[in-house]
Every structure is written in C-alpha cells, then in structure tokens.
C-alpha cells in the first residue's frame, strides 16, 4: 500500500544534541510538509518542499533544518538551537504544490526531551 | 493571512444523535477547506474537502459540511455519531491563488458517549 513512514515513532533527545527524523514516501508526491503538534495549537508549518532539491520555511523554522535530495524522501534534523523540541512531528505530502487535492499524513515522531 | 476558528475545545453527543463540529475561516482569496479527523498517536485523517461547486460536501465515514460563504464558515455535521466517532478533528484552509500551505484550527475533542 502506498504512504507516508516515519520513523522512529518514539525518539528522546540530550541537552545539546541534533536529532533527526526520518520521513518516506512511496506515494509518488512531488511536495512535502513538516509539522509541530503542541496540545490545543493545532499544527504549525515548520518546512516544506513543493519539488525535489527545493525546500522553505514555514511558519515556526527557527531550530530546524531539512533537505530534499530524493523524491520520496525529507527528513527534518531539530538542532540544539530549539530551545522546546517536545512535540508530536507530523510529515505530509501531496500530489503538487497547486494541487487542489489533500496532503497525506504519516503517523508522526513523539519527541521528548531526557 | 488566513487563519482558521474552531470555537469549540470539545464537543459531547450521545451515541445517535446528530454531530456538530464548527469551523469559520478567513482568507483573502477564493477559500479550499478541508477537515481532518485524528485518532491517539495517529496522523491526521483525510475526511473530506471543499473546493468548488454544491455547497453540501460529502465525505468519508458519513461526514459531511457545509460551506457558508457569507458566514465564512464549513461546518462538520454526522446525522447519527458512532462511539468510534470520538476523536481530535482539525478545520484547515488554504488561499486558491496562494499554493497548498494549509492553516489549521485548534482542533475540536469530540466525544461519543454510549
């Protein structure tokens, strides 16, 4: 079946530590999508690629870093510079960037901090 | 800027009885809307979206909304809830003209007592 992988679904982070997420698509979508879950703030944008070797910040991208090499793939590293990285991460894709049809979501990285 | 209202945290219906769930919206071009039901630990789930066209749009799992431009509002309404309706539903909007960065709601708790 075709989707979105996240991995791992669990992931704890040290002081001082860059981790990275991991996020595969085999659904043949050209754009891609990071977002933070905090409780009762819904989702915020934090990266996105509308096309191979292209990504931009969303709304929230300060602490974070991404890159699109592959098509079906856009991992996001939270670096040491995000001060509160406890969060659920969501990744999504969609078929286009002008596409009228709906992002498809992974089932999401739980973050914590040890 | 768009943004996106749903006014209620959480919304508590007894098994049978009709399911509202309340969304208004603001974008300055022509609005996409979409609603989005999530499960614990889980991604968000496609339900259904509105475009263009009939201003009742029907989705997945018995759901439906209804577009009211002049409101700026896209409710999302079930005849009959199922316990396994209870769930985290997130309204989100797009601007037409403006690619698919989506702005989200808060999200709404609903709650499907037997």
């Known amino acids: 079946d075709g989707g979105i992988t996240q991995s791992p679904k669990y992931l704890f982070r040290k002081e001082g530590q860059n981790v990275t997420l991991s996020c595969e698509q085999n659904l043949n979508h050209d754009a891609m999508y990071w977002y933070r879950q905090d409780p009762g703030q819904g989702l915020r944008l934090i990266y996105y690629s509308q096309i191979v070797n292209d990504f931009q910040k969303g709304d929230i991208a300060e602490g974070y870093s991404v890159s699109r090499e592959k098509k079906e793939s856009f991992p996001l590293t939270v670096t040491s510079a995000q001060k509160n990285p406890t969060a659920f991460y969501l990744c999504?894709?969609?078929?286009?960037?002008?596409?009228?049809?709906?992002?498809?979501f992974g089932d999401g990285t739980r973050l914590s901090i040890l | 800027a768009q943004s996106v209202a749903q006014p209620e945290d959480q919304v508590n219906v007894a098994e049978g009885n009709p399911l509202t769930v309340k969304c208004t919206y603001s974008v300055s071009g022509n609005p996409y809307l979409f609603w989005y039901v999530q499960y614990p630990n889980r991604g968000l789930q496609f339900l259904l979206k509105?475009?263009?066209?009939?201003?009742l749009v029907k989705g997945s799992y018995g759901f439906e909304a209804e577009f009211n431009k002049s409101q700026t509002s896209f409710h999302l309404k079930k005849p009959s809830a199922l316990v396994s309706d209870s769930a985290l539903y997130f309204c989100?909007?797009?601007?037409?003209?403006?690619?698919?960065?989506?702005?989200f709601g808060g999200g709404t708790r609903v709650l499907v007592k037997p």
């Open positions: 509105y475009i263009t066209g009939d201003n």
């Open positions: 989100a909007v797009r601007d037409g003209a403006a690619g698919n960065k989506l702005t």
């Open positions: 999504a894709s969609s078929i286009g960037w002008n596409s009228n049809q709906p992002q498809h």
